[in-house]
């Protein structure tokens, strides 16, 4: 019995190891963990961040990603700006980054595609639309 149990916990950690990571950063408590649960019922890894700054420092202490849903406005670094840092980056510039913005939609799309972001999406998301686009960026 030792054997089997042993067995099916090496292949529930290759399972784990095997979902898709996304890291969700919105300053918004409620947003942030609306996201997070929804992407976890699709089937992947979430974990959220309340800044742009503290996402920056958990990929700089070796995280990575297999995709960002990033807010535009946020204390401290925009949005944008970060996904143009991780871009620049070679070590992360295969991460799939979605921006989203709540205000002034047209001006930030413009802004998240300059600074090299995969997808734009406006708030209040969709979130089939989201999961559709997350899927499509992750089969890559």
């Known amino acids: ?24 950063v919105d300053d918004t408590l409620l947003v942030r963990k609306i996201a997070i649960g929804f992407y976890e019922c699709g089937g992947y890894e979430a974990r959220g961040f309340p800044d742009a700054g503290s996402l920056l420092e958990a990929i700089a202490r070796g995280e990575r990603p297999d995709l960002i849903l990033m807010d535009t406005k946020m204390p401290g670094i925009m949005g944008y700006e970060a996904c143009e840092r991780l871009k620049r980056d070679e070590a992360t510039s295969g991460i799939k980054i979605i921006g989203a913005s709540g205000a002034d939609a047209d001006s930030y799309e413009r802004r998240w595609r300059e600074a090299g972001a995969d997808y734009f999406t406006p708030k209040p998301f969709s979130l089939g639309t989201l999961l559709d686009k997350t899927r499509e960026l992750l089969e890559e």
């Open 1 to 24: 019995m030792k054997g089997l149990t042993e067995r099916l916990l090496n292949f529930f950690i290759f399972l784990r190891m095997m979902k898709k990571k996304i890291y969700v």
